[in-house]
């Protein structure tokens, strides 16, 4: 099966740098993508990591190493407006389809106070 | 462009009634999957759809969940008869086959069972 581990809440100040870490159990590994989701609202897509290393986007940054099966989502200048809850999920392989889907963390909510 | 289209926004019912929902993907993607999230269980993929066919549908919860997809513009899920357990907020989301690490979430359906 798939687990997928991250921590249930972070808190952090505005401009700060906070790193959300995911840890992932699963066969058929494709990549880690991250998601956003604020309050009532839809999850919006972020980043993914097919290799390892680190993917920068702006003031977000995503990291993967499949040898350790972890991979971590780090933001910096930490703006109120991100305070949201963020996903891991891992792309995975369908019954030997390689269209593969994704399996999705617990989620962290991130708090970010003035 | 028109992002992904869901309706009902909201749904109240009482138990033992149908329950449909709906879903326009955006045009010219050919993947099509339906989430459920709850406090309880996180978000869990029901249901996936490539090219109008069903491809993964292990995660549909019991025989009173069906999910249709006649063409690639239109998807339903239908539950009958509901139960309060069902409560949940509904995502559907698409994919391009172009870009097959990214799924795009419409605004969900929040559905209620007294």
């Known amino acids: 099966g798939q687990s997928l581990e991250q921590p249930s809440e972070v808190t952090a100040v505005e401009g700060a740098i906070v790193q959300i870490n995911c840890t992932y159990q699963?066969?058929?590994?494709?990549?880690l993508s991250w998601y956003q989701q604020h309050d009532g609202g839809a999850p919006t897509f972020l980043s993914y990591?097919?290799?390892?290393g680190l993917e920068e986007t702006g003031r977000f940054s995503s990291f993967l190493s499949r040898s350790d099966s972890y991979g971590y989502l780090l933001l910096q200048e930490l703006q109120m407006k991100d305070s949201a809850s963020y996903f891991c999920?891992?792309?995975?392989?369908?019954?030997?389809?390689?269209?593969?889907?994704?399996?999705f963390g617990r989620g962290t909510q991130l708090t970010v106070w003035p | 462009d028109a992002g992904v289209i869901q309706s009902p926004r909201h749904e109240v019912t009482e138990m033992g009634q149908e329950v449909t929902l709906r879903c326009k993907p955006i045009?010219?993607?050919?993947?099509l999957f339906w989430y459920r999230q709850t406090m309880m269980r996180g978000l869990e993929l029901l249901i996936y759809?490539?090219?109008?066919?069903?491809?993964?549908d292990s995660g549909m919860p019991e025989d009173r969940f069906s999910a249709k997809m006649p063409n690639a513009s239109f998807s339903t899920l239908k539950i009958q008869p509901s139960e309060p357990r069902d409560s949940a907020v509904y995502f559907c989301?698409?994919?391009?086959?172009?870009?097959?690490?990214?799924?795009?979430f419409g605004p969900g359906t929040r559905l209620l069972v007294l």
């Open positions: 990591n097919a290799l390892d």
């Open positions: 699963t066969s058929g590994f494709y990549g």
């Open positions: 999920a891992v792309r995975d392989l369908v019954r030997g389809s390689t269209l593969g889907r994704l399996y």
């Open positions: 045009s010219g993607h050919n993947s």
């Open positions: 759809f490539n090219n109008n066919v069903p491809i993964d």
């Open positions: 989301a698409s994919r391009p086959a172009t870009k097959q690490e990214t799924q795009y």
